[in-house]
C-alpha cells in the first residue's frame, strides 16, 4: 500500500524501522505489551507513537489481515514487516510478535497450574479481561473516527456495520459468511462510488 503522506511533493518522508532489528523488537515489544489485546497497543504503537503508518494505511492492512487465515495481529504483523522488508521484514516480525510470547505462556501456563486454585489469582485474571474489553471498545472508536474520508455515506457504512455485529453477536452466524456477504457488498458499493 502507498503511503498517502507521499503523495504531497512538500510532505516530509514518513517514518519508517531502520533495519530487521529495529522491526524485531519493536514487535516484541508491542507483543509483550498486549497481552490478550494486542490490536490497541499495535495501534498507538505503529500509527501514533512511531509514525510508521498512517490511520488509514493501518485500517487497509488491518482489513487485510483479517482476511487471512490465522490470528489477526500475527497477519497484521506479516503485512507490515513485508511492508518495509518484504520477507524477511515479515519474518523479523513474526518473530517478534511470537517467539518471547511463548515462552512467556509456558511460563505463565506453569505458574497458573500451580496456582489455579487461588481466589486472587481468578480476580486478577477477571480484571485483565475488562481491560482488555475497554482497550478493544477504544481502538475501535479511534478506528472510526477515519470513516468520514472513506467514499462511501458514513450511515451505509455504520448500516453495514451493525449488519455484521447483529450476524456475528446476535445470529451466530459464520465469520466467512459475514465477511464474503457484507465485505463483498461494500467492495462492490465502493468501487461503483470510484468509478470514473
Aim: proline letters at 7%; hydrophobic letters at 55%; one cysteine or more.
Amino acid at each position: 500500500m502507498s503511503n498517502r503522506s507521499d503523495s504531497s511533493p512538500d510532505a516530509s518522508p514518513q517514518p519508517r524501522p531502520r533495519s530487521l532489528t529495529e522491526l524485531f523488537v519493536a514487535f516484541t515489544v508491542l507483543a509483550l505489551q498486549g497481552f490478550g489485546g494486542v490490536l490497541p497497543v499495535v495501534q498507538r504503537e505503529m500509527v501514533e507513537r512511531r509514525r510508521w503508518m498512517t490511520q488509514e494505511d493501518f485500517i487497509e492492512e488491518w482489513a487485510l489481515a483479517q482476511t487471512m487465515p490465522g490470528p489477526n495481529v500475527v497477519n497484521l504483523s506479516l503485512v507490515i514487516g513485508n511492508r518495509y522488508f518484504g520477507l524477511r521484514g515479515a519474518c523479523a516480525a513474526l518473530l517478534g510478535m511470537l517467539l518471547v510470547p511463548s515462552l512467556v505462556v509456558l511460563a505463565l501456563a506453569t505458574a497458573y497450574a500451580r496456582f489455579a486454585a487461588n481466589p486472587h489469582v481468578a480476580g486478577a485474571l477477571r480484571g485483565m479481561a475488562a481491560v482488555t474489553a475497554g482497550m478493544i471498545a477504544a481502538t475501535g472508536i479511534k478506528l472510526a473516527a477515519s470513516l468520514h474520508r472513506h467514499p462511501l455515506p458514513l450511515p451505509l457504512t455504520a448500516s453495514v456495520a451493525v449488519l455484521a455485529i447483529v450476524g456475528l453477536a446476535f445470529l451466530r452466524l459464520p465469520m466467512l459468511l459475514v465477511l464474503a456477504v457484507l465485505g463483498g457488498l461494500g467492495c462492490v458499493l465502493t468501487y461503483r462510488r470510484l468509478k470514473p
